[in-house]
């Protein structure tokens, strides 16, 4: 992924560290001296996108993306519930089933973002830890939770 310079536009965000009526400045002190800027890096998401042949049977490849925020599955135009399995690390079983609207599942930077509006917790983009956020769940039983930075599917 290329650097990013955010600027802040809101009130809220680890992504906001400079002050847009001072953009014009900054970019001219980044060009003639790069050494006074700092460089933090960001954890990323990656996701694969796989979706049902025509038999539905088989998954097949659809596309592989490198999020920064957030990745959220939810139930897109239909009225029923979504049903997803979370797993974690290795686990051969989940760690729980998703019923609602959806999930989130956000970076630290992310985690200011719609998980935070969901109700899902702040962290801190030195942490290496993962957002997991349900989207309006039909259950008391799944609640927001943060975890270790690792392969959930």
């Known amino acids: 992924m290329p650097p990013v310079i ?19 400045h900054q970019l001219n002190q980044l060009v003639t001296s790069p050494d006074t800027m700092e460089v933090t890096i960001r954890a990323r998401i990656q996701i694969e996108v796989f979706k049902f042949k025509g038999d539905q049977k088989e998954l097949a490849h659809v596309q592989t993306y490198s999020v920064l925020n957030e990745v959220v599955v939810d139930r897109g135009p239909s009225s029923s519930l979504v049903h997803v399995d979370l797993y974690a690390g290795d686990t051969k079983e989940p760690i729980t089933t998703v019923q609602g609207d959806g999930i989130i599942i956000a970076t630290p930077t992310g985690s200011t973002a719609y998980s935070l509006a969901a109700g899902g917790s702040m962290i801190h983009p030195a942490i290496p830890a993962m957002a997991i956020t349900p989207i309006c769940p039909h259950t008391l039983s799944f609640r927001p939770i943060v975890g270790k930075h690792y392969i959930i599917s």
């Open 6 to 24: 955010s600027y802040a536009m809101g009130s809220l965000g680890f992504l906001t560290p400079f002050a847009h009526e001072r953009m014009t």
